[in-house]
């Protein structure tokens, strides 16, 4: 016999769109895949800032350009081989080319949010942008992304041809746009 407390979870269950209903089942694609569009998403943010507020000194604006420009190529490049490794049936997280890409592409991403941070953000006057919590250590980023990076790897070989398309698709759009993109006239 059903509680009254059950019944009415029950109904708000069913009574629920399924995207509700399934929101409370964690999809580890979709976590895996966000866990990547938060880093792209953060750094083209700190590339906002530093083309709108680091234009004040020539010196550091240029130094900021070049550690995106870094820090971006690397992302980029991680993306492109994790896209590789899935389409040829290797585990990225078991290569060790895939690792040292990881770890320049943390190292590449920290340094350049931090330099925005300290050098940009920290020297500004005024109202301080606000800018989304970021991971700072390398070990901890290297972490969120191999975990993404098996996630993403584990589900590919679990879905069908049309499902692996999509995923490669939108990991090519995981890939960071150029500075000149983000960057206003």
Known sequence: MLTIRRRTFLMMALLLPPSVALAADPDPLAEAMGALAREKSAAEQYAVVLATVGKKDMTTYLRGISLYADAKAEFDGLIAQLATGLREGRDPTTSEAFKQALQRAAEKRIAFTSFVTNDVIGKSEGAKP????????????????????????????????????????????????????????
């Not at 970021?134 to 996630?151: M, N, Q, R, W, Y």
């Not at 589900?155 to 960057?183: C, N, P, R, T, Y």
């Open 130 to 185: 606000g800018l989304p919590a970021l991971i700072v250590a390398a070990p901890e980023l290297i972490k969120a992304i191999t975990d993404s990076g098996l996630s993403i790897w584990t589900m590919f070989h679990k879905v069908g041809k049309q499902k692996q398309d999509e995923i490669l698709g939108d990991l090519e759009h995981l890939k960071w746009d150029s500075f000149a993109k983000l960057a206003p006239n």
